[in-house]
């Protein structure tokens, strides 16, 4: 029987050590973010949804995103809206973004093109986030509810495309109250 040296042993029990801190620290680092999918539906209701004085009225088609920093949902999404802020922003969208109050975080450069909301009257009764509100060009709330269903957002399920095109054409858009199952994080 091979006799090993106390180097070896060492070695090996370094190794091991290693290993195990490696695991553990990859387990802490996954089980932040790790959570069963919660199917309970959420109800947008946008009655009492209003744009700020100087963004209401007639002009641009403008997008809110409503924004918590603290939300891992919020990470599916931000490839999403880059991609609608490329694609809009040069047909005159205006994006707007309003962070969670009392939160802190910032947004990845690529959604540097959204205007920062401070308040915005109704917000503070969102059921979840991530959510998006859009104004039609008349200033009117045309949709009002999460970018898409499921686990993931891109633009293959989502809601948006299709109202900023219909809105665009100058078709009337009114989807200010939905009922979505998907990744959210409360608001509230």
Known sequence: MPRFSRKTLF????????????????????ARYLRPFDERAAVFAGADLRLPDALAGPGAIRLVHFWDPACP????NQQHLAELIERYAP??????????????????????ALQPIDELPGSANLPASPAVAIWDGQGQLAYFGPYSEGLTCS???????????????????????????GCFCDWQ
């Open 73 to 76: 949902c919020n990470v599916g």
């Open 155 to 181: 633009s293959s399920n989502s809601f948006i495309e299709p109202i900023l095109e219909a809105l665009a054409e100058g078709r009337k858009v009114d989807a200010s109250n939905t009922l979505a199952v």
């Open 91 to 112: 047909k005159g969208v205006q994006f707007h973004v309003l962070q969670k109050a009392g939160s802190q975080g910032r947004l990845p450069a690529a959604l540097a």
């Open 11 to 30: 070695a090996a029990l370094l190794a091991l050590v290693w290993l195990g801190g490696m695991l553990l620290a990859f387990w802490w680092f996954e």
